[in-house]
């Protein structure tokens, strides 16, 4: 019998050195050259500190409120895995807290992304364990199932497979298909140095600001009053 929602499967996981490829990559970036459109929503922050998470998505499904899969989930983690839990951005009980935390930490485990809540946050604060979620509760968990591991998620609005590329800053968290990995990377490199450049630019009073009103007549914009353009 398939029993759909109650189910556990093998990890798929991402080689270490596409992982490693995004190291200090800012998620702005990553974001901006993926169409804006893999991004997880502004609503789950991160609950640590400035700390990048950048692991392999090692993803849950559970119902609202009941951890029961993620205490399954911890027996199978690997040095480098990023937990993704979807808990169905339900903030009335907190899916995991301190204890979570340290087996996971005690796992190898790069961080946790959960769209759902946590408790014992100035734990999270303290040990600067990467964690984002959507907020927090001192409601805990169930854990009775059903759920799911390895399978694909949705967390923030965002789709994660497992083996996705999961990084994480002080802006958010962004999801990376192993498929793109590498030349995404090097596209948000030649970002990377186009803003520098643009700062450059900036500080030597050099910035050339002409697309503004390039791009203001080309849209129609109308102006009105003295000053304005006939």
């Known amino acids: 019998m398939n029993n ?20 200090g990559l800012p998620t702005p970036n990553i974001s901006d050259n993926m169409n804006r459109l893999n991004g997880v ?12 998470l950048l692991g392999s998505a090692f993803t849950v499904r559970t119902r609202p409120g009941d ?31 301190e204890i979570i935390m340290q087996m996971a ?8 992304v959960v769209d759902g809540a946590i ?9 600067r364990f990467p964690c ?16 799911e591991i390895n399978v694909p998620a ?16 002080s802006d958010g968290i962004v999801f990376v298909p192993q498929e793109v990995a590498e030349e995404l990377a090097q596209r948000v490199r030649e970002t990377n140095a186009k803003e520098e450049e643009t700062m450059r630019q900036i500080s030597a009073g050099s ?19 003295p000053g304005g353009r006939a």
């Open 67 to 97: 951890n029961l899969l993620v205490h399954k989930a911890l027996d199978m983690l690997e040095p480098g895995d990023a937990l993704v839990i979807d808990a169905g951005g339900e903030t009335t009980n907190a899916i995991l807290g």
């Open 207 to 225: 910035l050339d600001r002409g697309w503004v009103d390039r791009t203001l007549e080309q849209r129609g914009c109308q102006w009105v009053g």
């Open 154 to 169: 949705v967390v923030g609005g965002a789709i994660v497979n497992p083996g996705d590329i999961v990084v994480g800053d």
């Open 4 to 23: 759909l929602g109650f189910r556990i499967f093998p990890p798929t996981r991402a080689p270490e050195k596409l992982v490693e490829l995004f190291r």
């Open 132 to 147: 984002f979620a959507r907020g927090s509760s001192h409601r805990g968990p169930y854990k009775d199932g059903p759920g």
């Open 41 to 52: 929503s502004g609503e789950i922050r991160a609950m640590h500190g400035p700390e990048q």
């Open 119 to 127: 408790r014992d946050t100035d734990a999270f604060a303290e040990a």
């Open 105 to 112: 930490i005690g796992r190898g485990a790069a961080g946790i």
